[in-house]
T-cell receptor, first 114, second 113 residues
């Protein structure tokens, strides 16, 4: 299975600032996703990162708050914009093929907003 | 809308015990079901992937079963060890739509020495 490197692994940020999280896969993957895991909760999908085009966002998530880039089949970034304490979560990048293939995850970015 | 439920939410067992974690889902039109392990503050490690046409998968002390028609899966852990302590997450990939994974809330397992 592919290996995903995600950075930073953790950060403490001031409210009102923005943080960009990077996700690098060691091989080309068809699908890349960004998830959020709020404290004590399970994972919620933010968006599907589409190579060369705008990301597809889930209900409740918008591009202005979570802009996503995916310039090629091995790399994606998620920016958390104008942060507030409610954005404190673990953010996870996931990759994989389509349909019946295995999904694998990066080690996550633990974000604390103060 | 697919919903995934995991029972129990937390489980504490003595070392050496065999245990079962449960996962249920509402829409049986799935491609596959995947079990993950998550250590505190960390990412997810894939444990087992079961395709919709399969009944079970085994890896070491882990055995996962799938009954797609009833919307249920179990993860069996044999001879539990303290190092098995973690949160176990079940996720299904539903047919159609965005092919995204839908996760349960997880079972937090503690294995006591």
């Amino acid at each position: 299975s592919a290996v995903i490197s995600q950075k930073p692994s953790r950060d403490i940020c001031q409210r009102g600032t923005s943080l960009t999280i990077q996700c690098q896969v060691d091989s080309q993957v068809t699908m890349m996703f960004w998830y959020r895991q709020q404290p004590g909760q399970s994972l919620t999908l933010i968006a599907t990162a589409n190579q060369g085009s705008e990301a597809t966002y889930e209900s409740g998530f918008v591009i202005d708050k979570f802009p996503i880039s995916r310039p090629n089949l091995t790399f994606s970034t998620l920016t958390v914009s104008n942060m507030s304490p409610e954005d404190s979560s673990i953010y996870l990048c996931s990759g994989g093929g389509r349909m019946n293939t295995e999904a694998f995850f990066g080690q996550g970015t633990r974000l604390t907003v103060v | 809308k697919q919903e995934v439920t995991q029972i129990p939410a937390a489980l504490s067992v003595p070392e050496g015990e065999n245990l079962v974690l449960n996962c249920s889902f509402t829409d049986s039109a799935i491609y596959n079901l995947q079990w993950f392990r998550q250590d505190p503050g960390k990412g997810l490690t894939s444990l087992l992937l079961i395709q919709s046409s399969q009944r079970e998968q085994t890896s070491g002390r882990l055995n996962a079963s799938l009954d797609k028609s009833s919307g249920r899966s179990t993860l069996y852990i044999a001879a539990s060890q303290p190092g098995d302590s973690a949160t176990y997450l079940c996720a299904v990939r539903t047919q159609g739509g965005s092919e995204k994974l839908v996760f349960g809330k997880g079972t937090k397992l503690t294995v006591n020495p």
